[in-house]
Nanobody, 120 residues
Framework: QVQLVESGGGLVQAGGSLRLSCAAS????????MGWYRQASGKRALVAAI??????NYADSVKGRFTISRDNAKNTVYLQMDSLIPEDTAVYYC???????????????WGQGTQVTVSS
């Protein structure tokens, strides 16, 4: 199965920056998109996503502040977070969506989550 390992979370002051990383292992050659979601309370919400062709999508609340990118050679997706505000505080989860169901019967995989806390 695919495994997603996240890193880069932490505690920063408002206005600071963090860079989250998500390294994927296993066969992801047919992935549709990778993205970052966050959950402070309630439902997990999309933050940013990047498609296999390089297209990106961002939540309105993070446009202009966050940048998603990937390094295909390392099977890694990044989320550069700048100008952080307390409202960004949440657990951030990496997501992999496959183009097709894999041999395990899966189309979506999730990382374990990494805590981001932004203080005033």
């Amino acid at each position: 199965q695919v495994q997603l390992v996240e890193s880069g979370g932490g505690l920063v002051q408002a206005g600071g920056s963090l860079r989250l990383s998500c390294a994927a292992s296993g066969s992801i050659s047919r992935f549709n998109a990778m993205g970052w979601y966050r959950q402070a309370s309630g439902k997990r919400a999309l933050v940013a996503a990047i498609g296999s062709g390089g297209s990106t999508n961002y939540a309105d609340s993070v446009k202009g502040r966050f940048t998603i990118s990937r390094d295909n050679a390392k099977n890694t997706v990044y989320l550069q977070m700048d100008s952080l505000i307390p409202e960004d505080t949440a657990v951030y989860y990496c997501n992999l969506n496959l183009r097709y169901v894999d041999v395990w019967g899966r189309r979506d995989y999730w990382g374990q989550g990494t805590q981001v806390t932004v203080s005033s």
